[in-house]
C-alpha cells in the first residue's frame, strides 16, 4: 500500500495537482503502518515545504506512527510541535497516545 500511495502521489505532483492536507494525510497514514516512519517524517516535512498547513489528523497521524515504531521521544517531540503551531489535540490524539501508555 505505501508503495501505490507514494506512486499516486508522485503521478499527481508529476501531473501539476497540488497535494492537499487529505492527500498528505493519507500517504502519512500508508507509511506509518508499513512501519517506514521516516519517510512519514519526509512527506510531513515536504508538506510544511509546500505550505500546507498541517491539521490534528496529519500531526496524530505521525504521533501513532513514531508510537508503533516505539519511538516515543519522537512522538513526544512531533506532539510538541502540534502544539507550538497552536494545533490543539483531540480526542483521537488522547486515545493514540493513551493505547501507548503515554499519559497525558
Not at 492527500?23 to 506509518?32: E, F, K, V
Not at 519517510?39 to 508510537?67: C, G, S
Amino acid at each position: 500500500q505505501p508503495d501505490r500511495a507514494t506512486e499516486v502521489f508522485q503521478l499527481m505532483q508529476q501531473q501539476g495537482i497540488r497535494p492537499d492536507e487529505v492527500t498528505y494525510n493519507s500517504l502519512i497514514n500508508a507509511l506509518g503502518r508499513a512501519k517506514q516512519h521516516d519517510k512519514a517524517n519526509e512527506v510531513f516535512q515536504l508538506m510544511q515545504q509546500q505550505k500546507v498547513r498541517p491539521n490534528v489528523v496529519t500531526f496524530t497521524t505521525l504521533i501513532d506512527a513514531y508510537l508503533r515504531a516505539g519511538q516515543r521521544d519522537r512522538a513526544l517531540a512531533v506532539l510538541a510541535s502540534m502544539k507550538a503551531a497552536g494545533v490543539k489535540p483531540n480526542q483521537v490524539t488522547v486515545r493514540v497516545l493513551e493505547k501507548h501508555g503515554v499519559a497525558v
